[in-house]
């Protein structure tokens, strides 16, 4: 294949790639694009392209993103994107080389996830029960988020073929293409089925006006056709404040996260965790051993009668 003559060229180029060849999720896409637009961007201020730069104007550019003061992970997100582009110049023979193969990232500072307890998880499920003329879709998602474990991504996404049947597993659609099976807790296959009546209701007045059906368990009138992932955001940090949790402590993804500390806290090994949460590495799962280790510590500080005992 021929290079392409602009550095916009190189980069839809790439994306196309990443989408047809890999699978990458839409939200990984638009990542890497603003990352190399940005990174095309300097080049082109310091009269380079992405085409003609080498390692210099790559460490360069590192250095430029450290002084902005970015966060480590976007400094490594954009070494990724940036390695990935020009390993795909390399192997279409766009280049000769890959500039950025032998440079080191800045690795990821090391934090913890945010996860609630039992109780706050508790507190969020009753404020979804009585949120009002939304209460049945809003338990259904809350249910199906915790008992799941999903992306929420993956959660608003969800077939309405999925959920028929009264199912004890769910087909859940994760990230690259890839399926997995996750059990229903009774809680979840309830509220499942109280919504797929309310669901099938606003279907039958759908077609009463000729409207076409919707494919999604969560639909809307949106350009999406289903519920939208700043919507649930949004939704969940309302559920908090009326279960009286700091909403800056609640996301979708904490649901994910509480999902996994629970399970491990109940038992669950980390192999089974790994395949119900979608990770491709079970090192990505380990991350909660250290979340449990550190919640037991926690107690054990807080509860022991010799942890505040003075030293002799």
């Not at 080498?54 to 490594?76: H, M, P, W």
């Not at 919504?195 to 809307?220: E, I, M, N, V, Y």
Request: with cysteine.
């Amino acid at each position: 294949m021929q290079a392409p003559k602009t550095p916009e060229q190189w980069i839809s180029t790439f994306l196309d790639a990443q989408s047809a060849e890999l699978g990458a999720a839409t939200n990984t896409l638009l990542a890497y694009g603003r990352d190399l637009l940005d990174f095309t961007g300097w080049l082109a201020r310091q009269s380079f392209d992405i085409a003609s730069a080498n390692r210099d104007q790559v460490e360069a550019y590192l250095i430029f993103c450290d002084a902005q003061g970015l966060a480590k992970s976007t400094r490594a997100r954009r070494l990724s994107a940036i390695k990935q582009i020009y390993r795909f110049g390399f192997e279409e023979g766009w280049r000769v080389d890959n500039p950025a193969i032998q440079i080191t990232g800045p690795g990821r500072d090391k934090r913890l996830p945010k996860t609630l307890d039992m109780d706050e998880v508790d507190r969020l499920l009753d404020a979804a029960r009585n949120s009002g003329r939304h209460r049945v879709r809003n338990t259904c998602l809350m249910e199906l988020l915790y008992a799941t474990g999903a992306r929420v991504s993956e959660l608003v996404s969800l077939p309405v073929a999925s959920a028929r049947g009264n199912p004890a597993m769910l087909l859940i659609n994760g990230k690259g293409g890839k399926e997995r099976l996750v059990p229903l807790s009774p809680p979840a296959r309830a509220a499942l089925a109280e919504w797929l009546t309310h669901w099938d209701d606003d279907q039958t007045a759908r077609d009463a006006k000729g409207l076409p059906a919707s494919k999604f368990l969560f639909a809307s009138r949106g350009k999406l056709g289903h519920l939208t992932r700043q919507a649930f955001f949004l939704l969940i940090k309302d559920l908090a404040v009326v279960g009286g949790i700091n909403p800056a402590k609640v996301t979708p993804h904490t649901l994910r996260h509480a999902f996994a500390t629970h399970l491990l806290a109940g038992g669950a090994d980390l192999m089974t965790i790994q395949t119900l949460l979608g990770h491709a590495d079970v090192a990505t799962t380990e991350i909660y051993t250290h979340v449990l280790d550190e919640r037991l510590s926690a107690l054990v500080l807080q509860h022991h009668p010799l942890a505040n005992k003075p030293t002799p």
